[in-house]
């Protein structure tokens, strides 16, 4: 046993790490951060039912600049959304890339990469929106730097890695169906394209959300009793409408063709 987990890392070139969540690859990275300073040395998030703010971490030289922050937990409910803030050591930039393991299967697949930067930069501020589907459990996030990556987990030549732990709620006791005819939304057309019109059957002041099934918000906004959206600019796919006032929340799901 001792040997197969010595001669694992070497055959794949990726180190796996056992955190309590499952196990997860991350990355090999040549260069320590001190070295190669193009470290995380900041998450925060903000706007969550409980956040967390780790801040000041600079590097982590040891097993590949990756750490685990398991007490550093962030706890949503599924289609809502919170602010989180990534910021690199000031004084150089890199790629960010977050991650969530939504279906708690302990591995970052393509559809569960909040972001990417575009390009180099030296901290990033995103909106993370939990998926109608996502998993209810404590789940993995990763935050990582590197000067270029295609996932969570390929080698690279410097930057770091961290994990921290998410909490999916779920707000939608009953079906969504029963929350919509009780409170009078209206989406139509659904399916739609060009003009989404949204309306409720009261004047009360609601932030609207819609993201994709992967969670990305797509449209953030107010509304007072009704909104017409260009979704124009949607790819084809299901999305979910959100609306959320200080005494309700009514979902929807549409379809975008
Ligand atoms: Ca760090
Ligand atoms: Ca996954």
Redesign the pocket.
């Known amino acids: 046993m001792k040997k197969l987990l010595l001669i694992f890392p070497l055959l794949f070139f990726t180190v796996f790490q056992l955190n309590g969540q499952g196990v997860f690859c991350h990355p090999t990275i040549a260069a320590d951060c001190v070295t190669q300073p193009n470290y995380i040395d900041s998450v925060v998030t903000s706007g969550a039912v409980q956040n967390f703010s780790n801040a000041g971490t600079n590097c982590n030289t040891q097993d590949n600049n990756y750490a685990f922050y398991k007490n550093f937990l962030v706890a949503e409910y599924r289609l809502d959304s919170f602010d989180l803030r990534v910021a690199l050591n000031k004084n150089t930039i890199s790629k960010i890339g977050v991650w969530v393991?939504?279906?708690?299967?302990s591995?970052?697949?393509v559809s569960?990469n909040i972001y990417t930067s575009a390009s180099y930069e030296t901290g990033v501020t995103i909106r993370v929106g939990v998926p109608a589907t996502a998993n209810l459990d404590t789940l993995i996030m990763r935050v990582r730097t590197a000067p270029a990556f295609t996932g969570s987990c390929d080698a690279s030549s410097t930057g770091e890695t961290e994990d921290y732990r998410f909490l999916v709620l779920n707000d939608m006791p009953g079906s969504i169906k029963e929350s919509i005819v009780k409170a009078g939304l209206s989406v139509f057309p659904n399916p739609a394209r060009g003009k989404l019109t949204i309306s409720v059957n009261n004047s009360k002041d609601y932030l609207l959300h819609i993201t994709d099934v992967s969670g990305r918000l797509v449209f953030d906004g107010n509304m007072n009793n009704n909104i017409e959206i260009d979704v124009s600019d949607f790819k084809p796919g299901n999305y979910f409408i959100r609306l959320k006032s200080e005494d309700d929340v009514l979902i929807e799901k549409i379809i975008i063709n």
Do not use: L
Request: charged content about 45%; aromatic content about 22%; glycine content about 0%.
């Open positions: 393991d939504w279906n708690k299967d591995i970052f697949s569960e």
